[in-house]
């Protein structure tokens, strides 16, 4: 027997009532007032031409701005009496815009009245600032010690009150990835929900999902806040920036467009997180020694080598921080400016203006300068220049990208250096890797497997056959191996890490290495030679820093072959 389902009886009759009144004003938009009709059931809104009127207005002249390109704005009208287009056609030029008259139902003026709920809660910000006070950030990140907290906080933000929820969403999320040490925050965007997820050490962790209305919401909200427009679809990039207290924490956001929506990247460029000084970032301490040596000569070449993300950055700053003073004029040519640097001259490039990392050298080497540090060498010109500059008597740091220190030389002869002036400019070769710190609330001591325990015996043979000790290095090599692994507490949000350290090699141009740098060497080569220069090699010192606790196998593993020669 059939039932009568009246909602759904009521549901069709509303269908049929909103389908006859578009075509009563598709009618009447043709035959009596000579207006083109349009349906915005079917298009998207422009939140940016909603500027254009407010929404008092919108809603008390039945109108609404829906659609903003260059200096045309579109306008739906409900009832288009020649004393109302007259007006609005006045009150358009007074803005500099041409207005373009459409008729619609009241469904379509519901739908446009509806986004200036999305733009009231942006309205107050200005783009280039967030207005979250340094009270509010404090109050939040007080509540936060974890990525739980973050998620709970943001749940009960989502069931408050409904215009300020996204604000509220938003420094939540903001404070939360600022007081756990985040870098990044990715919002995505999938098929019937979206995701938050925070990058701790650089690896992403789930925070929560939430619904896509929510994530709508959120995007008109960060593309106002970043300068950009709320109506491309195309990637876009921009920035804001948070005061907080001295400093400036800068956030840059990156769009682009996916199957679901955009994908949201916030990159949170905290100068608390580069300040950090050269005897923090892992190097042992006879390398650490050659380095201080290197950087406080008065010319020279060092290339700091590693794939992105390998914390070269953090390095060439340190290098800049420590030798630092007010009788050297220090010049960088960066792409961007990540972090500022007090007393330091700073320049970004721009290859639209033509400002590339040559012109900027070139430029820079015209300041007088005593050091100079160029972001990446990229091509030959900026190599040849680079290494001139090293000759002509100043200091040069720069990034390269090779997979080790070794591949330095080989890289340059590759961009055209002439291996006989590169003998006398490069003095030092670094690379790097970055692994996360075992969490030192919570680690536990194991016994290796048998084949862990192989690996890790190899390497240390390895250190001894080069004629280093291990007790340099506070390692027993009579005591039985012992290796840490993570578990996870609260005090490292139940990931079993903490920070992060580097790992790291290093080959000086010495006497040895400056007899083959003309017969165009082999890594492999280099690699034997450099051996009697007692520094470790990056396998060596990451087994160095598993056997003192200070990171796991596995993260070793993950960025160095320990089993590579």
């Not at 938009?29 to 939140?47: C, F, Q, T």
């Not at 939360?176 to 925050?185: C, F, L, P, Q, Y």
């Not at 903490?498 to 083959?516: H, N, V, Y």
């Not at 010192?541 to 020669?565: A, F, H, M």
Request: charged share 30%; proline share 4%.
């Amino acid at each position: 027997m059939a039932t009568f389902d009246e909602e759904k009886q009521n549901k069709q009759l509303d269908e049929i009532h909103k389908q006859e009144e578009e075509e009563l004003v598709a009618t009447l938009a043709e035959s009596k007032y000579k207006l083109p009709y349009v349906d915005l059931a079917r298009l998207g809104i422009d939140n940016e031409a909603l500027r254009a009127i407010s929404e008092k207005d919108a809603r008390d002249l039945k109108v609404a701005p829906f659609k903003l390109f260059g200096k045309n704005i579109f306008i739906a009208v409900r009832s288009p009496e020649d004393g109302l287009l007259a007006k609005l056609k006045d009150q358009m030029e007074r803005e500099n815009l041409i207005p373009t008259f459409y008729m619609v139902s009241i469904a379509s003026l519901e739908k446009v009245w509806s986004r200036y709920v999305e733009l009231s809660q942006a309205e107050n910000s200005k783009v280039g600032g967030l207005d979250i006070s340094l009270e509010v950030l404090k109050e939040t990140g007080k509540d936060i010690n974890g990525i739980k907290d973050i998620e709970k906080l943001i749940s009960e933000a989502l069931e408050g009150n409904q215009i300020h929820r996204i604000s509220r969403m938003l420094e939540i999320v903001l404070a939360g990835a600022i007081v756990i040490n985040a870098s990044d925050i990715h919002i995505e965007p999938e098929e019937n929900r979206s995701r938050l997820r925070l990058r701790l050490d650089g690896v992403l962790h789930d925070v929560m999902f939430f619904e896509n209305n929510i994530y709508h919401l959120l995007n008109s909200r960060i593309k106002l806040l970043s300068g950009m427009k709320l109506t491309s679809q195309n990637a876009q990039d921009g920035r804001f920036s948070i005061m907080e207290e001295k400093e400036e924490i800068n956030i840059r956001t990156s769009l682009i467009p996916g199957a679901y929506g955009e994908s949201i990247v916030m990159r949170i460029l905290d100068p608390k997180s580069i300040q950090v000084k050269l005897e923090d970032i892992g190097i042992e301490p006879y390398l650490f020694s050659v380095i201080e040596e290197e950087i406080k000569k008065p010319n020279g070449l060092i290339l700091v080598t590693g794939p992105t993300g390998s914390g070269k950055t953090t390095t060439l700053y340190a290098f800049l921080r420590r030798i630092y003073s007010s009788e050297i004029k220090i010049i960088t040519i960066e792409d961007p400016i990540e972090y500022h640097l007090n007393g330091i001259t700073q320049t970004q490039t721009d290859n639209e203006k033509g400002y590339t990392f040559l012109e900027g050298l070139r430029s820079a080497l015209r300041q007088d300068p005593d050091v100079v540090m160029i972001g990446e060498i990229r091509d030959a010109e900026t190599a040849k220049t680079a290494i001139e500059s090293a000759l002509t008597g100043h200091m040069v740091f720069s990034t390269l990208h090779t997979n080790n220190a070794a591949g330095v030389i080989p890289r340059l002869i590759d961009l055209g250096a002439n291996p006989k002036i590169m003998v006398s400019a490069l003095s030092l070769s670094i690379a790097q890797r970055l692994t996360r710190k075992l969490c030192s609330v919570c680690k536990i001591e194991k016994i290796p497997t048998e084949k862990e325990t192989a690996t890790l015996k190899m390497v240390m043979d390895s250190i001894k056959e080069e004629g280093k000790s291990l007790s340099n290095y506070n390692i027993n090599p009579d005591a039985p191996i012992k290796i840490y692994y993570p578990v996870g507490c609260e005090k490292c949000n139940m990931i079993g890490y903490s920070g992060r350290i580097g790992i790291f090699e290093a080959i000086r141009t010495d006497e040895m290495i400056e007899k083959i740098i003309p017969l165009n060497p082999s890594e492999r080569e280099i690699k034997k030679v450099a051996r009697a220069q007692g520094i470790l090699s990056m396998r060596q010192d990451g087994v160095v820093k598993i056997l003192n606790g200070i990171t796991s196998l596995e993260e070793v593993q993950s960025v160095v072959d320990l089993n590579e020669e």
